[in-house]
């Protein structure tokens, strides 16, 4: 289609031209064919009118007496001039009383003879041909053979009773329209011409504007905005026009910057739709794989219980403990599940305020004074300076348990030291740090170690009843009350923080 368009485009430069030309030629054909057709009429419609017009002027002076006046002479000689006849006034018997031929001259002799012929002797009736006639006068086309010419005869009859002869000659019709028409022929062609060179500088003019608009469109279809048309000094219709294709230009642009934003959003929150669906799934695997464990152990044993699969009172406690413990296990990790989704849909309501947050951590060293003499565990914690932080004390507590407890859990060596450190950073924030001796999280575990479920050595997390959700809920919780947590392997051992507001 593109092809076919590209093949039929015609210059509007071109359009003009042969609209000119068109012109021209239909206007020239127009004045030949007036011409051969109306000017011998309208020739001698202006003679007669003339004559006519001769007539009356010579018949008003004779009702005043003024025409065979001394002093009338010039002013007839002067309507000889104006209407370009010659004028003879005779009597009824023929004898010539006012003329504007000079008497005896051969012209007289000539128009005198005319007028005898006419008014006498009734000959060459071929010759003349009757173009107007009244009461009292005639004008008649006569060909005067001698002479080979064509003459407007008036001859009428005044109001004392003497004739009035007029004569006008006239050239042939068909030599002066063909003169007309080579004339309206030769001035044609050089109309042609001058048109020709007036309709390629007006088409020049006209469609330069219009070509830097077809470019300009060329470019808005490929999506190029950057490129506006010029409107000139005096602008007219093309320039308002290229003035609204800037415009359109602009808001094409915008509206097209819009969508793309509107399709990257939408294709993030496809991602984010799709993350969030993996997530899901990841997380009902995970839970559960979590749950299956201490289900199994608990059916297990409480179907051995109660099978009386044992008489012996040790064995009954020993099955009531286990039980007791998977669901202890099982207790923890759904009240871990429950409070990092109420953090995440943004339920739970924080009590923000600035507290010493010493006497928090002293309380969670005490209360696990147990667990730390059972394995020998050396806490170091400066636990007499004050150190004041802007958090929910609740949680930042729950923050600093999760780390101590996996401390606990992970601490190696020959001496086995849990170190918490309080301290302020570069950025004016405060943070809390919780190191412990023992073996470094491989590298590629590093990123995974805050993610739900994620647990770098599962056995190991299942002896001491990790649900790989507590480090998930420290990262929550500091987003929401700080600047986020983190994770460094040091030389003998890692080190958890995060960071709060002082």
């Known amino acids: 289609m593109k092809e076919n368009l590209k093949k039929k485009v015609t210059s509007i430069r071109t359009h003009i031209i042969l609209v000119i030309v068109f012109v021209c030629a239909v206007t020239i054909m127009a004045s030949l064919f007036m011409n051969s057709v109306f000017l011998k009429k309208v020739y001698l419609k202006d003679r007669m009118d003339g004559m006519l017009s001769a007539f009356n002027s010579i018949y008003e002076a004779g009702l005043d007496q003024s025409l065979y006046d001394q002093d009338f002479a010039s002013e007839l000689e002067g309507v000889s001039l104006r209407y370009n006849v010659d004028i003879i006034v005779s009597s009824p018997n023929g004898a010539v009383l006012i003329t504007t031929k000079s008497e005896g001259g051969q012209l007289l002799s000539r128009m005198m003879k005319r007028m005898y012929s006419m008014l006498f002797s009734g000959k060459d009736e071929e010759k003349k041909q009757i173009l107007y006639s009244e009461d009292n006068l005639s004008i008649e086309q006569f060909h005067d053979s001698e002479m080979k010419s064509d003459f407007l005869i008036l001859w009428g009859t005044l109001f004392d009773g003497n004739i009035l002869f007029m004569q006008s000659g006239i050239e042939p019709m068909e030599t002066s329209a063909n003169i007309a028409n080579r004339l309206v022929l030769i001035t044609g062609i050089i109309s042609i011409f001058i048109g020709l060179i007036v309709a390629y500088m007006l088409g020049r003019r006209l469609t330069k504007p219009i070509m830097e608009l077809s470019d300009l469109s060329k470019k808005m279809a ?172 609740f949680y930042t507590g729950l923050m600093i348990e999760n780390y101590f407890s996996n401390a606990i859990h992970h601490v190696k060596g020959d001496e086995k030291i849990i170190t918490i450190s309080l301290k302020k950073t570069e950025d004016k924030k405060a943070r809390v740090s919780v190191k412990n001796t023992g073996d470094n999280i491989p590298e590629e575990a590093l990123q995974h170690l805050f993610e739900k479920f994620y647990k770098v050595d599962k056995s190991r997390s299942r002896e001491y009843g990790g649900s790989g959700i507590g480090l998930s809920l420290v990262k929550t919780l500091s987003e929401k009350l700080g600047a986020g947590c983190g994770v460094n392997n040091l030389p003998d051992g890692v080190e958890f923080y995060f960071d709060l507001d002082f």
């Open 222 to 393: 490929s999506l190029d905005f950057d490129a506006r048309y010029v409107t000139r000094d005096v602008p007219n219709e093309i320039d308002i026009l290229g003035d609204n294709m800037n415009v359109m230009s602009e808001k094409l642009e915008n509206t097209i910057l819009e969508l793309k934003k509107a399709n990257i959003d939408l294709q993030n929150d496809v991602e984010k739709l799709n993350e969030t669906d993996r997530k899901r799934r990841e997380f009902l695997s995970a839970v559960s794989h979590e749950l299956k464990t201490p289900l199994f152990l608990i059916q297990g044993y409480a179907e051995g219980l109660s099978d009386g699969i044992s008489d012996d009172p040790e064995d009954w406690k020993f099955y009531s403990d286990v039980i007791k413990d998977e669901a202890g296990k099982m207790n923890v990790l759904v009240n871990d599940l429950l409070s990092l989704d109420r953090l995440e849909e943004g339920k739970t309501d924080f009590i923000i305020e600035r507290f010493d947050i010493v006497p928090v951590i002293n309380s969670l060293i005490e209360k696990n004074r147990k667990p730390l003499s059972d394995g020998g565990i050396k806490v170091d914690f400066d636990g007499e300076t004050p150190f004041y932080v802007i958090s929910d004390e």
